[in-house]
């Protein structure tokens, strides 16, 4: 089984954003034979997202506000714990 390496929250890393429009907040991750991540991000503004060629993406909005998005030109909406699937 793969060594999982769980973060504390006072040693958390906040990231920017590759677009600069929020930040993430690793919460967990795999090992380097094992690549995952689970990760709280916060949305500063409206943009698109950022590229992860080859990476299988699971999306979950935790606000009671939900979420708008669009995808391949069509508004999507996700309600609070709605999870959305797509690639990189």
Known sequence: ???RVVLRAASRPVVPWRNGAGTTTVV???SASCS???SVATISRSAPFSDFAGVDRLLMPLSEQGLDLVVDGRPVRREAFEVLAFAG
């Open 36 to 38: 995952w991540r689970v």
């Open 1 to 3: 089984m793969a060594e």
């Open 28 to 30: 967990a991750e795999g």
